[in-house]
């Protein structure tokens, strides 16, 4: 399993789409990879999570849904993963630049930049193959790596100028 396999595999067909879709779609891609490469495709989807385990990732998600605990906060970042590898890198180098997202998942109208459980398809689907679990790749450190964002408003807007203009609060 390449890297450009693996967002082949991840990345959603447009930004818009549901969960349910994006999730189907998965699963039924991951359905045709052999053992080996379901492990190799969930080592890649750990190092990824880890990756954009940062405050300043988080510091994005509280602007646009008010972000606050580490389960939701994985849920973001496996929507992060779907959008590609072109938007997942500049989020992670630069959050503020998710506000350039032209369509968002919404839910009750509001932007929904989650997706549940994205993250432990593969190991779903090993599982019910082998009756073994993948080996355990925690998602990040006891903490994000980084500063700690602001909550005021004030900070907010200065370190995230756009997606604070995109989503006020």
């Known amino acids: 399993m390449t890297e450009v396999e693996f967002w082949g595999l991840v990345t959603r067909t447009e930004a818009a789409q549901s969960q349910e879709s994006l999730t189907q779609a998965l699963k039924q891609k991951l359905a045709e990879l052999s053992n080996e490469e379901l492990k190799a495709f969930d080592k890649i989807f750990g190092q990824q999570m880890r990756r954009s385990y940062l405050w300043s990732v988080w510091g994005a998600a509280y602007i646009i849904t008010g972000c606050d605990s580490d389960y939701a906060f994985a849920e973001f970042r496996c929507f992060l993963i779907s959008l590609g590898k072109e938007i997942y890198d500049g989020v992670v180098n630069q959050p503020d630049t998710l506000a350039r997202l032209a369509a968002w998942p919404e839910r009750d109208a509001y932007a ?24 355990f790749m925690p998602s990040g450190k006891a903490t994000p790596i980084g500063k700690k964002f602001s909550t005021k408003p004030k900070d907010l807007k200065q370190q995230y100028p756009e997606l604070s203009a995109r989503f006020p609060f």
């Open 112 to 135: 929904y930049p989650f997706v549940d459980e994205y993250d432990l398809i593969a190991g779903q689907l090993y599982e019910d193959r082998t009756g073994d679990e993948l080996p």
